[in-house]
């Protein structure tokens, strides 16, 4: 349930900052239709930008999960070794968990900015 509510916090943030964007170009936007610009090369920008977000918000997880994993398997593997209880090795598991947190904050970025370009930007 955490999980869920953070998700649609982040979705939340990474929308109204697409919002707010949108309404400090408001004029580029006017311009950019009386040119005779398309709607998605118009909404293109908002798009990547909110995908940048995304990516670049999950930089910070991924940058503690290869802190604190390292940290973790070199302070309790000696002290479990031999018991039930193994740790998975550091290469594959941290990597695999670094590019679906990477590909879960892009897909949250697009999402927000989709839900903004959306409501927010009538072109």
Do not use: C, D
């Not at 398309?38 to 991924?62: A, H, Q």
Request: no cysteine; proline share 4%.
């Amino acid at each position: 349930m955490l999980i869920i509510g953070l998700l649609f916090t982040a979705m939340f943030l990474i929308s109204n900052t697409i919002k707010i964007t949108i309404f400090a170009r408001r004029k580029e936007i006017e311009i950019m239709k009386l040119v005779g610009a398309t709607n998605w090369f118009i909404r293109w920008p908002f798009f990547i930008e909110g995908l940048l977000l995304g990516v670049f918000g999950s930089i910070i997880p991924i940058a503690l999960l290869l802190g604190t994993y390292q940290y973790a398997v070199g302070w309790v593997a000696p002290r479990v070794q031999g018991s039930f209880i193994s740790m998975l090795p550091y290469n594959p598991f941290v990597y695999q968990v670094s590019l679906i947190l990477l590909v879960i904050g892009a897909i949250i970025g697009v999402w927000g900015s989709l839900t903004s370009i959306r409501k927010f930007l009538k072109v």
